[in-house]
């Protein structure tokens, strides 16, 4: 056995130990008592694929339900060095002065070792980890596409529910997560860079009209101009994409991070987002939205999963794909064949 086997079981052991015992009724009153450590085992509980963790994970998300929704759901986005983690050290700081509490998801690179995740937000958030008033998850991507950890919004509700009325949700910034962060927030903030290339910022192509606000960082160290005229660069983009459905036009501002500069400014663009979005009910419409989105998703993704551990339909399926394949099945007939197949198994017909 590898080192890397070792480990891997070592920390499969210990994961597996931290979850016996976990139940919805334990972590609940927990949960809603604000415990930051039955919080952190609840979300390892829904993290979990064995049926049994998912059976109690169900059980506590509904629980939780009701009491969940009133947060404010920030998605932060923007290329690697470009300070996100810096930026919402400082941006906490800020908000817990003004009485809020903060949750971070930070979507982090997994380890291919143990699956856990690899750059450890924690660390680079060193000082605001430590307050009371803050829930820092570092959540490894797993095996999903983009770098957004599956259960993210799961992992919402169960802090909304504990109490934070603010949700960070940092990407890592791959490129394809900001679509599916996107679809799980309520405001969308990229974070860019001034002075740097399209081809060293191709992140920004595509999701300029995601964008609800731009935050040019590092406007500082001589830096100020640069960052000044990208943020005229970018305000002439923006005036070429039509506005939200709430109306609101995306806002664009220079900041330094390092210098706690401008923090004032997207905590003004979240209180007036969300106060016109609720006044107007935009944002309970698009949350409405994104789950009816989501469970589109999840079902895709269960039949999916059904097709590939049932061995019965797994052969007819493949079976199909090389008729398709060999050009003597059309793609219509096959599909028709195999849910009729799926249909004959599962005893319908």
Sequence with gaps: ????????????????????????????????AGDRGALASAITLIESEQAKHRKEAYILLNMCLP???????????GVPGVGKSTFIEQIGKKLIEGGRRL??????????????????????????????????????????????????????ILCEAAGYDVVLVETVGVGQSETLVHGMVDFFLLLMLSGAGDELQGIKRGIMEMADGILITKADQGNEGQAKQ?????????????????GWTPQVDCISSIEA??????????????????????????RRDQDLHYFEERIQQK??????????????YQSWRNQIIAGTCSPQEAAKNLFEQILHYRGEI
Excluded at 67 to 77: C, E, F, K, L, P
Excluded at 270 to 284: A, H, I, N, V
Excluded at 303 to 316: G, N, P, S, V, W
Aim: charged share 25%.
């Design 230 to 246: 990208a943020k005229l660069t970018y305000q002439n983009a923006l005036h070429l994409l039509s506005s939200n459905a709430q």
């Design 1 to 32: 056995m590898s080192i890397n086997d070792e480990k891997y079981k070592a920390w499969s052991a210990q994961r597996k130990a931290h979850l016996e015992g976990l139940t919805a009724a334990l972590l609940f009153p927990k949960i809603r």
């Design 67 to 77: 009491h969940s929704g009133a947060a404010w759901r920030i998605g932060i986005t």
């Design 261 to 286: 500069r401008g923090m004032e400014i997207p905590i003004a663009w979240w209180k007036k987002y969300f106060d016109e979005g609720t006044r107007s009910g935009y944002l309970k419409a698009r």
């Design 303 to 316: 039949i999916a999963e059904f097709l590939a551990t049932d061995q019965r339909i797994a052969e007819r």
């Design 103 to 156: 949750a971070v998801m930070a979507i982090d690179p997994s380890s291919s070792v143990t699956g856990g995740s690899i750059m450890g937000d924690k660390t680079r958030m060193e000082t605001l980890s430590m307050q009371q008033e803050v829930f820092i998850r570092p959540t490894p991507t797993g095996k999903t596409l983009g770098g957004v950890a599956e259960h993210t919004r799961e992992a919402i």
